[in-house]
């Protein structure tokens, strides 16, 4: 006996019901043009995911069932699988129904609710109590969602509930080892039931997460024997006869460096589409921030859609400029050079009065930076242009961006990516095609906002102050713990005061891509105001 199961890994957009059922039956007639018995759609995809606080508006809920009923009727031939969040009296609940023949057969309510990290689920719906298995060709289906099957006990319970398939409608996001880390928790409570699975995932970049798709297929010994292209549409088919899926095509596991390239590029793409941009803008100094950012952007929408600014200051040198223009011209991109030294100037001339007698210091440094923000965003609101801006997670960290000027714009796309990996993602892009000059790479960082000025100057060496950032922020080490792993006392101490002095800069920066499993945003919420000091204890000698 023949089961032909779709998986429909698709990018849905939240709250674009319309087109998300639109989506929804053209991948049901691809599917039953090639004689699939069933298609599989990923978690809420109706909504897209996650909807967030629209799921507490009830016209949302009402217009989502009002459009699942009139889909409803248009799915004939083969059963059709999708998630949607389901009122039902006084519970809402994440919902995984299939529909034959415009009947609706079964429905499952998702048991296990995440509610941590960047989930927030337990927010807006109730917990299901129930499995849910219908049969088709001779074969029970049990349907899950999700965070169910990284609980123990469900896939088993589903088993002993007489499933001889478990389907899983998934969205997962995507983070630096996520894919193993995922493929690891289902594989091996699959292997423990000795009962296949599909695991269907969504792709796409919402807000700040990026789904990696990646849905697999596992056997009833828990190995792989279908995995789609990470970051990409697809509609596979998996046969199982006898009930156990037929070994077919497998795509590389997540590779580090490539991965989080391509999530950045479908992450820019994403916000940029769904947000109805023409294109984006950025300003382009020669550093390696804004020079992968503008790759990363011409890779995602094309370079006809990318526009970048030079703004060259009395620092700024002329290799910048150089490398700026070298930089644009292998991407193709439109550019322009505004002189920032008027504005400047200006600025300057209307503070001397209210300055006069106080030194300089980084209050002028800041001027420089702002005035660029002001140009740019100006080019943004006339052209309808997304400006971009080029900070990293490590500056991000420590508060080494000027509010209103460097951190000016509407989207982060570096914002969880380290200064470390932001070299390593440059240095890969360059083997696609040779657009970052390699002086860039090379040259040591420096914001240019005073002479000859260097991060280094002001901040712990990169190679030392990224994996101490790492070490307190992604794993909650203490500065005693960090030490312990040999960092020098002094870096440990500036690191963690300048992070958590900088809470309130990075509470006022755009939205940026999360890829590693703890970004700021949604998975670290911490206070501005707030008296902790992570090193407070530390001792110098
Ligand atoms: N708790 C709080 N809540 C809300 N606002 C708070 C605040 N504490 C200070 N502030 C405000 O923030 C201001 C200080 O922030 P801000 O004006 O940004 O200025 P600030 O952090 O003092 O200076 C910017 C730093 O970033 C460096 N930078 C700038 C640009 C680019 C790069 C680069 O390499 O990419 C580096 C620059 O060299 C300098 O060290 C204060 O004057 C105050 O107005
Ligand atoms: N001369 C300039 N022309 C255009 N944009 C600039 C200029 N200087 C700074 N900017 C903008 O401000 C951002 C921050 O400046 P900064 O010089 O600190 O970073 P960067 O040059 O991208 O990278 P790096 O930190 O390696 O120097 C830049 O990425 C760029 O978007
Ligand atoms: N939507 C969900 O239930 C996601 C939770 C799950 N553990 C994941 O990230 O894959």
């Not at 083997?431 to 901040?459: F, G």
């Amino acid at each position: 006996m023949s089961l032909k199961i779709a998986l429909a890994q698709l990018n849905f957009s939240v709250a674009d019901i319309a087109a998300n059922c639109g989506k929804i039956l053209a991948a049901v007639e691809q599917a039953k043009q090639q004689f699939a018995d069933i298609i599989v759609f990923p978690e809420l995809c109706v909504t897209g995911y996650p909807p967030e606080d629209l799921l507490l508006r009830e016209d949302f809920i009402r217009q989502t069932q009002l459009a699942v009923d009139a889909l409803t009727a248009q799915l004939q031939g083969i059963d059709v699988v999708i998630g949607y969040p389901r009122r039902k009296g006084a519970y809402l609940f994440n919902a995984a129904a299939v529909f034959r023949n415009g009947q609706m057969i079964g429905e499952y309510y998702k048991n296990v609710l995440p509610n941590y990290g960047v989930f927030d689920e337990q927010r807006y719906f109730a917990a299901g109590q129930h499995t849910c298995l219908f049969e088709l060709k001779n074969t029970r289906l049990a349907l899950t969602v999700c965070e169910d099957v990284w609980q123990p006990g469900i896939i088993a319970q589903n088993r002993d509930a007489g499933a001889d398939i478990i389907l899983t409608l998934n969205a997962s996001p995507f983070h630096a080892g996520k894919m193993q880390q995922r493929e690891d928790v289902v594989c091996a409570q699959v292997k423990a039931a000795g009962v296949p699975l599909v695991y269907v995932n969504q792709i796409g970049g919402q807000d700040e997460l990026v789904f990696d798709g990646a849905s697999f297929v596992a056997d009833n010994r828990g190995e792989i024997v279908f995995r789609a292209e990470e970051f990409a549409e697809q509609l596979s088919i998996v046969e199982f006869v006898d009930k156990a899926p037929q070994l077919t095509d497998i795509a590389p596991l997540y590779q580090p460096v490539i991965s989080e390239y391509k999530a950045l590029v479908l992450g820019i793409k994403d916000y940029v589409r769904k947000n109805g941009f023409q294109g984006a803008i950025l300003g382009l100094s020669g550093g390696i921030d804004s020079a992968l950012v503008a790759a990363l952007a011409v890779d995602a929408l094309g370079a006809d859609k990318v526009e970048a600014v030079l703004m060259p200051s009395r620092y700024t040198q002329d290799m910048s400029n150089e490398d700026a223009k070298l930089e644009a011209e292998a991407l193709g991109i439109r550019h322009h050079v505004i002189p920032i030294e008027p504005a400047v100037t200006a600025f300057n001339q209307m503070l001397a009065p209210l300055f006069a007698g106080s030194k300089k210091d980084t209050t002028e440094e800041n001027i420089q930076a702002r005035c660029r923000g002001v140009l740019l965003m100006a080019l943004s609101n006339k052209q309808g242009k997304l400006l971009l801006t080029t900070g990293n997670k490590s500056e991000m960290s420590v508060g080494y961006a000027t509010l209103y000027g460097d951190m000016a714009g509407g989207f982060a796309p570096l914002k969880d990516v380290s200064k470390l990996l932001v070299y390593k993602i440059a240095e890969y892009r360059n083997t696609l095609s040779p657009v970052i000059p390699e002086r860039v790479i090379t040259r040591p960082p420096s914001a240019e906002l005073a002479p000859d000025q260097k991060d280094e100057d002001s901040l712990p060496p990169y190679a030392v102050l990224d994996p101490i950032l790492a070490l307190y922020i992604e794993q909650d080490k203490s500065a005693d713990d960090i030490v312990a792993l040999g960092y020098p006392v002094a870096a440990v101490k500036r690191a963690i005061n300048l992070v958590d002095r900088n809470e309130y800069k990075r509470r006022q920066s755009p939205p940026g891509i999360r890829i590693t499993p703890r970004a700021f945003g949604r998975d670290r919420r911490y206070p501005i105001s707030s008296a902790y000091r992570g090193a407070a204890n530390l001792i110098e000698e």
